[in-house]
C-alpha cells in the first residue's frame, strides 16, 4: 500500500500518537473499498486539512525528542512528512511536470546498481521519494551535507527506482516469518484491494460536481446496480459459475486444446479444486482440472510472450509481442482485467520478461526490442507510463529473465544466456549460458543457474544504511562457482527454505541454505524441466497415516513439502503430491506446431495432428480426451480427413508418406503406408461414396487412390499420380456429376488453374485430364468450395487474393459473378459451407472462413454486402486449418506454430441481427464509398451515369433526350475508366457478361409475374388442387407451347443470353390472356359452338 492510501488512515490523536484505527478492524469483505461516486469534495477538503495537521505535529514532536536519540530516527521524521506531503500532490493531481533530460537514462551500470541497492535505504525512510517527470521536495533538510549533495545527485537518477516508502503495515508484510501464512494472505489481498479502490478514486478530479454524482446515484439505485465493484466484493473463485446470458458475438470462444509449453504453468488454486494457469496463443487459460473447466482471458491481439502472478495467486500479468503490444493484470477470482497498459514497449516489439512483488504493489517489464528497457511500473494506480525506466547496453545481452528479492521490492535482478545483471556484472571465465536467477534464502546473496549445472553465487555488497555517512554505491561481486550436477539446470527457484532446480534430465532436487543436497526426484522418468510451481497451501503436518519420503541427511526426517505442478519440455503437465509420492498426468499436449485437424461427419470428434508425429482424437461436446497415436521419429502429420462415413481417418505426412488409418482405433486400414510423395501431403480428400481418395502435396502433384476387393477384402491401392499444376496447389475438392452418381475431382492452384480430372477414364499410373480452365488474370485462387444448392444452377464458389468472391457454373465452368468478399486484413485462405440442422435451414445458408490470422461467418448468399460478415482473431500468428462440427455449431482453428487448436461456438442470430442493422436495399452498399451517398465520388458517378446516356443516345443529335434508369452495357467500361479503374479487355468482357446475365434474370422474374398475374383466377384452383408448380416450371411449359424450347427441354441460366427463349417469350404473349385465348392460342384447344352456347 502506497503512502498516499496510508494518509488518509490515519489520524492523530490529542497525544500527538498516530492511531491506526481502521487498520485494527478486520475487513474479510474488502467493505473499505466505496464506490466513486459517494466520494465528495468536503472529504477531500478534510483529508487535506488532517494532512496539514499532522505534518504540524509530527514538527512538534521532532522538536520534543530526546537529545540521545539517533540522528537516524530524525531524519526518518523528517522524510515520512516530506514522503505524505509528496503524496498529498500526487493524490490531488497537482505535482509538477518536467522534462527528464537523456542523460538520466544513460548513467553507467555501476551507478543503476547504486540506484537498486540504495533503494533499501528508502526502505528504511531516509531518502526521498522522487516521482517520475516531478522535482524532488525543496523543503526537506538534512543535516549532513554531504548526503545532501549526494542525494540530489540521486534525484534525477531514480527515474529508475521510483518506489514509496514502505509504511509500518507495509514492512510487516514484507516479513513474512513475523505472521502466519494465513493472516499475511488476508491482509496482502485487504490492501491490494484498498488500493485498487483508494487510489484511483483519490486520482479523481477535485472539482467534479456534486450535483453530477448524486444523478448517477440515483439513477444506480434505481437501476438495482451493486455500489462495489465485483473485484472488490468477491472473496472466492465465481470464474467456474454457469453464465446463463445469451451470446452477444457470432462466434465465442469456448475450448482451446494445446498450451504453449515454452512458458510456465501457475498453480494458482488447491483447498476445493485443482485450478492451473497456463497460456495458449493469444490467450491466458485458467483450467480446473476436477471440473473439467476453462475461462479464457481474452484481450491480448498478439501472442502472449510472458505472464507471472502475485505471491498470494490473486492477480495474474500477461504481456504480449507484436504491434501495439498490451500488459494486462486480471483478477484470478472473477477473471476480469483490473488495469491495461497500452503501448508498453513503443520502440520495440513488446514484452520479453517480468515479473511481479510479493505483495502485488509493482511490476517489472524487460522490452524485447534491439535496445532493452527495463521499467516499473505501479499498476495499482490508474497511469498508463512507467514510474522509472533504465536502458540497457548491448553489450550485456539480451535479458530473458527477471524476478525480485522476495521481501524486498527494490531489489531485483535479471540474467541473459551469458550475464546477469544486478545490474549487471559478469564472469571473468567461461561458465555456460545462465537459465535463471533468484535471490538466496538469506538475501545476501544471488544464485544464478547455467545449462553446464553450474551455480554462481553473487554477493550483494551494500553500504552501511546510516545517513551521516556514505561510503559508496553498492555492488555484486561473484565468489563462488558450484558444480552443482553434471545436468543442465533448466530451472531455479525457490520454496519455504529449499532451494529448487529442475534440470534437462527430468531430475528435480532440492537444497538448503548451504547448498547441501535434502532430496530429490530422479525416478519419475519426465522430459526436461520447463516450469515448477508449487501450491500456496503449506504442507500438512505428517501424521501416522501420512506418507512422506525421508530426507537423504543422516537424521532422516521426514521431507514435507508442498504439492507442485511440473511442466516438461515435451508439452506433458503433472500434478505431485508430495504425500505418499503420486505423480499424476494432467495433460499431453503437442510439443510442435499443429497443422492438420478434422471433425467426424457424424459425432463429436474432433482429430489433431502435430508436427512431432501426434494425433489425438477429442470429444468436444464434453471436451474429453478420448484416445491418440505418436508415429516414429520424422513423421510430422501436415493433413487430416475424415470420409464421408466416418470410419477412416486420412493422414498425410511431412516427409511424404499417406496413411489410411481406423477411425475409432487409429490403427493401419492398409497393411503398409503409401509413399509415392517426396514432399509434405498439404491435402487429403475422398469422394462421396469413399470409393476414391486424392491426395496432393508441396511438389504441385495430385495423387489418386482407389478402393479395390483383393481375396474378399477390401484394400486401398494406389491408381496415379500428376504433376498438374505450375504452383502450389491450394483446394482439392471432390464432387458429383449431375447427370450421374459418378465423382468428380478438381484441383485449383495458385496458378490461376482448375483442373478436373477423368476418374473414369484414368488406370495405373495414368491420371486423365478432363479440362483445364484459368480463373483469374491478375489475383491467384486461395480456396474453393462446392456452393450450397440456392438456386438451380449449381455452381463452385472460389476466392482470390484481391478479396473477390468468383461464382463458376460448375458444368461449363464460366464465371457468372464476381463480387467482393470479406476484407479483414488479408484475403480468404480456407472455406466451408456450414452444415445444417434441419431441412428447415436449407434456404438459409453459411460460410465459415479464415484468413491469415482470424476466422469469420458470412451470410449467403453472397452480395457483397458488408454487414453480412463478422471475424475475430483466433491466432495472432497466423492460422494453419479449419474444421467445422458435423451439426454446425462449431468452428476449429489451428494456430500453427502456437500449437493450439480453438473451439468457437457459432451463434448466427447475433449475426442475423447485425445485417438488419446494417440496412436493406442498397443502403449497405453506399457506405463502402468514400463519403458515402451524399459524398462527392457518389455525385461523380452519378454525373457519369448520364454522360454516358448522352453517348449511347448521340452526343450531337436533337432528338428528346430519354433519361432512364439504366445504361447500355457497353458503357460500363467508360465509366470504369472515368473513375480510376482500367480493366482489361478479359475483364471487360467479364463485366459485360456478368451483368447482361443479371439483367435476364430481373427480366425473367418481371416475366414470370406477368403470366401469373394474367392467370391466376384460372390456374390457382389448380395449384391448391393438384400438384404444386414452379415459377421456373410454368415458364419452361409455356416456353414450349409457344415452340420457342424442344418439347421436355429445361431452360438453364448457363446457356441463356439476351437474346434467348424468355425475351421471345414476353413477345409472344398477348397484353391480356382471357380463359378463351388461353385455351385456343396457348394451349391449342378448339372450343366447339356447343360449348360456347353452354357457357352462354
Known amino acids: 500500500m502506497s503512502d498516499a492510501e496510508e494518509a488518509p488512515r490515519e489520524a492523530t490523536g490529542e497525544n500527538g500518537e498516530t492511531e491506526m484505527k481502521e487498520e485494527e478492524e478486520p475487513n474479510p469483505n474488502y467493505k473499505e473499498v466505496e464506490n466513486l461516486q459517494q466520494e465528495s469534495k468536503d472529504n477531500t477538503l478534510v483529508w487535506r486539512e488532517a494532512q496539514e495537521e499532522e505534518r504540524k505535529t509530527g514538527e512538534e514532536e521532532g522538536e520534543k525528542e530526546e537529545e540521545g536519540k539517533e540522528d537516524k530516527k530524525i531524519v526518518m521524521e523528517e ?24 542523460q538520466e537514462v544513460t548513467e553507467s551500470m555501476s551507478r543503476l546498481e547504486t540506484q537498486i541497492t540504495d533503494s533499501q535505504s528508502i526502505t528504511s525512510g531516509i531518502f526521498p521519494k522522487t516521482q517520475r517527470g516531478s522535482k524532488s521536495k525543496p523543503s526537506l533538510q538534512l543535516e549532513d551535507a554531504e548526503t545532501d549533495e549526494l542525494l540530489g545527485g540521486l534525484s534525477t537518477q531514480l527515474e529508475f527506482l521510483d518506489l514509496d516508502q514502505i509504511s509500518p503495515v507495509e514492512q510487516q508484510i514484507s516479513s513474512p516469518e513475523r505472521q502466519p501464512s494465513g493472516e499475511l494472505e488476508e491482509k496482502t489481498d485487504r490492501m491490494l484491494q484498498d488500493e485498487l479502490g483508494r487510489e484511483r478514486r483519490d486520482l479523481e478530479p477535485e472539482n467534479r460536481e456534486e450535483g453530477q454524482e448524486s444523478r448517477v446515484s440515483d439513477i444506480q439505485s434505481e437501476a438495482g446496480i451493486s455500489r462495489e465493484s465485483l473485484v472488490s466484493s468477491t472473496t472466492e473463485d465465481i470464474l467456474f459459475e454457469r453464465d446463463e446470458r445469451a451470446p452477444v458475438y457470432p462466434l465465442t470462444m469456448t475450448w482451446s486444446f494445446g498450451w504453449n509449453s515454452s512458458l510456465p504453468v501457475y498453480y494458482i488454486r488447491e483447498e476445493k479444486q485443482r485450478v492451473l494457469l497456463y497460456v495458449c496463443a493469444h490467450t491466458a487459460i485458467i483450467y480446473n482440472v476436477f471440473r473439467n473447466n476453462q475461462h479464457h482471458l481474452q484481450g491480448h491481439a498478439n501472442i502472449i510472450s510472458c505472464l507471472c502472478v502475485s505471491e498470494d495467486r490473486r492477480w495474474i500479468a500477461t504481456a504480449d509481442k507484436g504491434p501495439d503490444c498490451l500488459v494486462i493484470i486480471w483478477d484470478s477470482f472473477t477473471g476480469i482485467p483490473v488495469h491495461t497498459i497500452f503501448d508498453s514497449c513503443p520502440e520495440g516489439n513488446g514484452i520479453r520478461a517480468m515479473a511481479m512483488t510479493h505483495d502485488a504493489k509493482y511490476l517489472a517489464t524487460i522490452s524485447d526490442a534491439e535496445v532493452q528497457k527495463v521499467c516499473i511500473w505501479k499498476w495499482t494506480l490508474a497511469v498508463g507510463t512507467p514510474a522509472c525506466t533504465l536502458e540497457l547496453p548491448k553489450e550485456y545481452g539480451v535479458q530473458n529473465y527477471l524476478i525480485f528479492n522476495p521481501t524486498n521490492n527494490k531489489e531485483l535482478v535479471s540474467n541473459s544466456k551469458t550475464q546477469a545483471i544486478y545490474y549487471a556484472w559478469t564472469f571473468n571465465k567461461l561458465v555456460g549460458r545462465f537459465s535463471q536467477s533468484i535471490f538466496h534464502l538469506n538475501l545476501t546473496q544471488i544464485l544464478s543457474a547455467t545449462m553446464e549445472g553450474k551455480l554462481v553465487v553473487w554477493d550483494i555488497h551494500r553500504p552501511p544504511s546510516s545517513a551521516s555517512t556514505f561510503l559508496g554505491f553498492p555492488y555484486i561481486k561473484p565468489c563462488k562457482l558450484v558444480h552443482l550436477q553434471k545436468e543442465g539446470i533448466t530451472v531455479l527457484t525457490t520454496i519455504d527454505s529449499y532451494i529448487v532446480t529442475g534440470d534437462i534430465k527430468g531430475n528435480i532436487k532440492f537444497y538448503d541454505h548451504t547448498l547441501s543436497i535434502v532430496n530429490w526426484y530422479s525416478h519419475l522418468k519426465l522430459g526436461a524441466i520447463r516450469t515448477l510451481s508449487f501450491s500456496k497451501t503449506p504442507a500438512t503436518p505428517p501424521t501416522e497415516k501420512s506418507n512422506y519420503p525421508p ?19 515435451d508439452a506433458a503437465v503433472y500434478h505431485l503430491t508430495t504425500d505418499g509420492t503420486k505423480l499424476e498426468k494432467l495433460f499431453v499436449e503437442p510439443k510442435d506446431a499443429i497443422c492438420a485437424i478434422s471433425c467426424h461427419p457424424y459425432q463429436p470428434l474432433i482429430a489433431i495432428g502435430s508436427i512431432c508425429g501426434m494425433i489425438k482424437v477429442w470429444n468436444y461436446e464434453n471436451k474429453q480426451y478420448l484416445f491418440s497415436r505418436v508415429f516414429e521419429k520424422g513423421l510430422g502429420v501436415q493433413s487430416l480427413t475424415y470420409n464421408p462415413e466416418g470410419a477412416l481417418l486420412g493422414a498425410g505426412f511431412t516427409e511424404g508418406t499417406v496413411y489410411v488409418l481406423d477411425a475409432m482405433s487409429l490403427e493401419n486400414e492398409s497393411p503398409e503406408p503409401f509413399k509415392y510423395s517426396r514432399t509434405s501431403v498439404t491435402h487429403i480428400s475422398f469422394s462421396h461414396d469413399s470409393q476414391y481418395m486424392a491426395t496432393a502435396d508441396r511438389s504441385f502433384t495430385v495423387a489418386v487412390y482407389m478402393l479395390v476387393v483383393r481375396n474378399g477384402q477390401r484394400v486401398w491401392e494406389y491408381l496415379a499420380r500428376l504433376r498438374s499444376h505450375r504452383k502450389s496447389i491450394r483446394s482439392l475438392l471432390f464432387g458429383v456429376y449431375l447427370d450421374s452418381n459418378e465423382p468428380r475431382l478438381l484441383s485449383l492452384g495458385t496458378d490461376r488453374l482448375l483442373i478436373e480430372y477423368d476418374l473414369l477414364r484414368s488406370y495405373k499410373d495414368y491420371l486423365q485430364v478432363l479440362d483445364i480452365h484459368r480463373t483469374d488474370q491478375g489475383c491467384y485462387p486461395t480456396c474453393m468450395v462446392w456452393y450450397p444448392p440456392l438456386t438451380r444452377e449449381l455452381f463452385l464458389l472460389i476466392c482470390n487474393s484481391g478479396y473477390k468472391v468468383k461464382l463458376f457454373n460448375a458444368t461449363t465452368k464460366m464465371c457468372r459473378k464476381t463480387l467482393m468478399g470479406p476484407a479483414y486484413g488479408s484475403p480468404i485462405e480456407q472455406t466451408q459451407v456450414l452444415p445444417v440442422r434441419s431441412t428447415a435451414e436449407l434456404q438459409k445458408r453459411y460460410l465459415v472462413f479464415i484468413n491469415r490470422d482470424k476466422v469469420g461467418l458470412q451470410i449467403l448468399p453472397v452480395d457483397g454486402n458488408p454487414h453480412k460478415t463478422s471475424a475475430i482473431v483466433c491466432h495472432p500468428n497466423g492460422v494453419a486449418g479449419m474444421a467445422v462440427s458435423c451439426d454446425g455449431r462449431y468452428a476449429f482453428t489451428a494456430g500453427g506454430h502456437d500449437r493450439s487448436v480453438v473451439q468457437w461456438k457459432i451463434t448466427l442470430s447475433v449475426l442475423e441481427a447485425a445485417v438488419s442493422l446494417g440496412g436493406e436495399d442498397l443502403t449497405p452498399f453506399y457506405g463502402l464509398l468514400s463519403g458515402g451517398r451524399e459524398g462527392k465520388f457518389y455525385r461523380e458517378l452519378e454525373d457519369y451515369f448520364y454522360y454516358s446516356q448522352l453517348r449511347s443516345q448521340g452526343i450531337d443529335t436533337m432528338e428528346t433526350r430519354k433519361v432512364s ?20 479487355e478479359e475483364k471487360e468482357l467479364a463485366v459485360i457478361t456478368q451483368s447482361a446475365n443479371h439483367l435476364l434474370v430481373a427480366k425473367r422474374k418481371a416475366l414470370i409475374k406477368k403470366v401469373f398475374r394474367s392467370l391466376e383466377s384460372q390456374l390457382l384452383p389448380l395449384m391448391r388442387s393438384c400438384e404444386h408448380m414452379t415459377e421456373e416450371e410454368m415458364l419452361d411449359c409455356f416456353a414450349s407451347l409457344f415452340g420457342l424450347n424442344p418439347e421436355g427441354w429445361k431452360s438453364e441460366p448457363a446457356t441463356s443470353s439476351v437474346k434467348g427463349s424468355e425475351i421471345c417469350l414476353e413477345e409472344e404473349l398477348p397484353d391480356e390472356i382471357t380463359a378463351e385465348i388461353f385455351a385456343t392460342e396457348i394451349l391449342g384447344l378448339t372450343i366447339s359452338e356447343y360449348s360456347g352456347q353452354d357457357g352462354q
Not at 522524510?79 to 522534462?99: C, L, P, R, Y
Not at 467500361?973 to 482500367?982: D, N, Q, S, T
Open 79 to 102: 522524510t515520512e512528512e516530506v514522503a505524505g506531503e509528496a503524496q498529498e500532490k500526487e493524490a490531488s493531481g497537482i505535482q509538477e511536470e518536467t522534462t527528464v533530460e537523456p
Open 551 to 569: 530426507d537423504c541427511t543422516l537424521k532422516g526426517d521426514l521431507f514435507v513439502l508442498r504439492n507442485f505442478i511440473i511442466g516438461t519440455s
Open 965 to 984: 434508369e439504366y445504361i447500355c452495357l457497353s458503357e460500363l467500361p467508360f465509366v470504369m475508366r472515368a473513375i480510376g479503374f482500367y480493366p482489361s
